[in-house]
């Protein structure tokens, strides 16, 4: 069971835009930033979001993340078939003392 | 560039001992907090440590603690992990990173196994 909740599964076809949620409490997302990361299977993961909307050098702009209070959001637009990949937010906890992940969710494009 | 490399990864016997290492280059190894986080195979990502520059602040999950330490030495540029008392829950993928929860440069990673 992880911390930060996020939906299993998303897809969408080519071209489409898809969103992926982050549900997390005050202790986390409410008061701390998130982080996204992108992870092809058998590569290790890749931070494409930062500090809730920044992006990395290269990380093409129709990716985007926001934040609102206790929930995050990841956003593809243009969808290709190479965004195919599980997607994974992060933020510290102040409760825990500790880095929380989501339970990660996997982006399926049709 | 920026370049982590994680070595040190193998099979060990329950309650057993391991070390892992990284090898740093690319940047200034000093300036940045340093994690260790674990995937274990089909499952998601679990931050395990991390340490900050001059190693004065060290964090570790509740299900490595007492038994993980993680220790860096800035002159090799590189980052440790020592795990004791392993058991079959850290069987994983152990992927050293650059930062702490906005990691920005990830190694391949290493496989542990535990297993009798």
């Known amino acids: 069971q992880s911390v930060l909740t996020q939906p299993p599964s998303a897809s969408g076809a080519p071209g489409q835009r898809v969103s992926i949620s982050c549900s997390g409490t005050n202790s986390n997302i409410g008061s701390n930033a998130v982080s996204w990361y992108q992870q092809v299977p058998g590569a290790a993961p890749k931070l494409i979001i930062y500090?809730?909307?920044y992006r990395p050098s290269g990380v093409p702009d129709r990716v985007s993340g926001s934040k609102s209070g206790t929930s995050a959001s990841l956003a593809i637009s243009g969808l290709q078939s190479d965004d195919e990949a599980d997607y994974y937010c992060a933020a510290w906890d102040d409760r825990l003392s500790l880095v929380v992940f989501g339970g990660g969710t996997k982006l399926t494009v049709l | 560039q920026v370049l982590l490399v994680e070595s040190g990864g193998g099979l060990v016997k329950p309650g057993g001992s391991l070390r892992l290492s990284c090898a740093a280059s690319?940047?200034?190894?000093?300036?940045?907090?340093m994690s260790w986080i674990r995937q274990a195979p089909g499952r998601g990502l679990e931050w395990v440590s991390h340490?900050?520059?001059?190693?004065?602040?060290?964090k570790y999950a509740d299900s490595v603690k007492g038994r993980f330490t993680i220790s860096r030495d800035n002159a090799k540029n590189s980052l440790n992990l020592q795990m004791e008392s392993l058991t079959g829950e850290d069987t994983a993928v152990y992927y050293c990173?650059?930062?702490?929860?906005?990691?920005?440069?990830w190694g391949p990673g290493t496989l542990v196994t535990v297993s009798s």
């Open positions: 500090t809730n909307k």
């Open positions: 990173a650059r930062g702490n929860d906005a990691a920005d440069f």
């Open positions: 690319g940047f200034t190894f000093s300036d940045y907090f």
């Open positions: 340490i900050n520059y001059n190693s004065g602040i060290i």
